[in-house]
């Protein structure tokens, strides 16, 4: 079957394969890549015979690839000017998606307003997710009805990036945030964007680890723009 395959089908399979392995599709990008092995790899895995037009196919993606190197500084530069805020003692309270709870959460929202208390709220299909300081948990339980309660979860931290305006108009920033926590092996309780906000949850437990994970990501754009702005000078 794969001998019949037209060139156009054995790219798209190629590309379809890339864009499923991220690691190989950032080296790709980055030039990092020796396409012999990787088109021999792609035909073990996909079932492809024909080396040379699955190669040709790597570098013709590879070429449309590059053109992201300019995106990833526009994700460089948010990143070198954003700072973190931390906030401990989080709880996250799930409850059914019912307009009784919508309508009890309205009231709660108002006087938490008025005492100047910070809390989110995300609703889905299923469900809505409250995430507030720990000492309203009771409050809120009590708010929603237990009977309505799905879950709750303590012990959390809300870590904040909080990022100049330009992040609502570039995409890919919140997946290379979540990419290097995933690679620093945080578990992300919850995440949530709101205007140039992003906001993580996670367990006390790897708070520490995924703060650092995420001053990394600052820190490395800080000194990737800086190095580039000095060759520039120097190619002057």
Do not use: W
Not at 15 to 41: E, Q, W
Not at 62 to 76: F, Q
């Amino acid at each position: 079957m794969t001998a019949a395959l037209t060139k156009e089908s054995i790219a798209e399979l190629t590309r379809v394969y890339i864009d499923s392995h991220p690691s190989i599709k950032d080296c790709i990008a980055k030039g990092l890549i020796n396409y012999s092995s990787l088109a021999r790899m792609i035909m073990k895995d996909v079932g492809l015979t024909n080396e040379e037009a699955v190669m040709i196919a790597c570098r013709r993606y590879a070429s449309k690839l590059s053109v992201t190197t300019d995106h990833e500084i526009s994700i460089l530069r948010i990143l070198k000017d954003s700072r973190l805020e931390m906030r401990t003692k989080t709880c996250i309270v799930t409850a059914k998606n019912d307009f009784t709870v919508l309508h009890k959460m309205d009231n709660l929202f108002k006087d938490l307003f008025n005492q100047n208390s910070i809390m989110q709220c995300v609703q889905s299909a299923s469900a809505v997710t409250i995430i507030a300081d720990r000492m309203l948990k009771d409050r809120i339980i009590d708010t929603v009805g237990r009977f309505n309660l799905i879950k709750v979860r303590e012990n959390l931290v809300e870590i904040s990036v909080k990022s100049p305006e330009m992040i609502v108009d570039t995409s890919g920033v919140i997946a290379y945030l979540i990419s290097n926590l995933s690679d620093a092996g945080i578990n992300i309780e919850e995440t949530i964007s709101c205007h140039t906000d992003t906001i993580f949850i996670v367990s006390e437990d790897e708070m520490i680890n995924a703060y650092s994970a995420l001053t990394k990501c600052i820190q490395s754009a800080e000194t990737l723009l800086s190095e580039q702005g000095s060759r520039a000078e120097d190619s002057r």
